[in-house]
């Protein structure tokens, strides 16, 4: 149990679009979610913290407006990387509490972007 | 963001051998993970720590929780060469409104030598 599902797996995209990834728990009712980039060689970095039905917590020097989060249900999150560029290309991991009691962040597999 | 300093960054080892590598931090964290990340995939899970002093096992891997709460270690013995990969030391404390946010450390690449 406790499977995190994401999509795509990868895309690559025109510089100027959007894109958007799903975070999916399969098997689970995820109270929050979280968003990680992790550059090549690099670790990860998490980007923003969402709560079913409420607005996402952003970390420090990630741009909300370009990065937009929405995380409908209890288990789906999305996040919508809006006009990408170049340096946006990264990849992307979600995870997931299974609840508020739990300590475990299941991961997903990552979603490669990469921005021509 | 914060990230937790790891050593060594990398480790070119002969299958068979033990490694050890460790993790640092300047804040307290309330529990220690480590995680084992494959090329193009998500991290997983290797072992949770959840108490200061607290040494755990997993088959091969040894880990344990610093006294201060600033620092782990993880031990992994008679290496093969499946164990090949980046590992991730991860600081856990909980969120206000419920949950818990994970700072990761600068991760230590594994390579296995037959």
């Known amino acids: 149990g406790a499977v995190v599902s994401q999509h795509p797996s990868w895309v690559i995209c025109k510089s100027g679009t959007s894109v958007k990834i799903e975070c999916r728990s399969l098997?689970?009712?995820?109270?929050?979610m979280f968003w990680y980039r992790q550059f090549p060689k690099q670790s990860l970095m998490l980007m923003a913290t969402?709560?079913?039905?409420?607005?996402?917590?952003?970390e420090q020097g990630v741009e909300k407006d370009k990065f937009l989060i929405n995380h409908a249900s209890l288990t789906l999150s999305t996040l919508t990387v809006t006009s990408a560029h170049p340096e946006d290309s990264s990849f992307y991991i979600c995870?997931?509490?299974?609840?508020?009691?739990?300590?475990?962040?299941?991961f997903g597999p990552g979603t490669r972007l990469t921005v021509l | 963001g914060q990230q937790l300093n790891q050593s060594p960054q990398s480790m070119f080892i002969q299958e068979g051998e033990d490694v050890s590598m460790n993790c640092t931090s300047s804040?307290?964290?309330?529990?220690w993970l480590w995680y084992k990340q494959d090329p193009g995939e998500g991290p997983v899970l290797l072992i949770a720590?959840?108490?200061?002093?607290e040494l755990t096992s997993n088959g091969r891997l040894t880990a344990q929780f610093g006294i201060t709460r600033k620092d782990s270690f993880l031990n992994i013995s008679a290496s093969i060469p499946s164990d090949v990969g980046i590992y991730f030391c991860?600081?856990?404390?909980?969120?206000?409104?419920?949950?818990?946010?994970?700072?990761f450390g600068t991760g230590t690449q594994l390579k296995v030598e037959l």
């Open positions: 720590l959840y108490k200061a002093g």
């Open positions: 098997d689970f009712q995820a109270t929050t």
């Open positions: 804040s307290i964290f309330n529990t």
């Open positions: 969402s709560n079913e039905g409420s607005k996402a917590t952003y």
């Open positions: 991860a600081g856990q404390f909980r969120l206000t409104g419920g949950g818990n946010k994970l700072t």
């Open positions: 995870s997931a509490n299974r609840d508020y009691t739990y300590n475990e962040q299941f």
